[in-house]
């Protein structure tokens, strides 16, 4: 008896010599051989995805018991991005298949906009700017600072013009 309790002992601290062994020998391999993987530097609006026309319908949803929820997209005319000077500005009009009876309801204070930045950066509103990709009051125009991979920040000015 004491000597089957002699091997699961011995067997225990062999398992976890075992395994103390493979945890050294397969991270060390880690740190060698690897390339340097780039680190993006960009921080810039690339383009603009689109803006949007959210808005409700009286249809009630059979699973939520919520109103309807529908979106529209508005017409980009003249998109201009300057990255030197960090400004972003298109002019928005509503399309041909635009809801007439939401007409009289669009305005820059109910618009979604959805922006491209650049590879692996993210970008957060600055003080009192919107959130992105959200119904926003786009009637001023918003600041955002953009963080590139590499830690660099840009400060970028973002405007919505409506027409209607």
Sequence with gaps: AASDVYKRQMKKYISFALSMVLMLVCTGCLNHGLDDIDTYDGADITSFEGVYYRYTTDKIMDVSGEPQVRQ????????????????????????????????????????VVCLNISVASIIKPAAGSVRLGVVADWSKPNTYIITAADGSTKEWTVTINLEK
């Design 72 to 111: 529209v997209s508005l017409q980009m005319v003249s998109p201009a991005i300057d990255a030197e000077a960090g400004t972003a500005t298109v002019t928005v009009k509503p399309t041909s298949n635009f809801p007439a009876d939401e007409l009289d309801k669009l305005s820059d204070k109910s618009l």
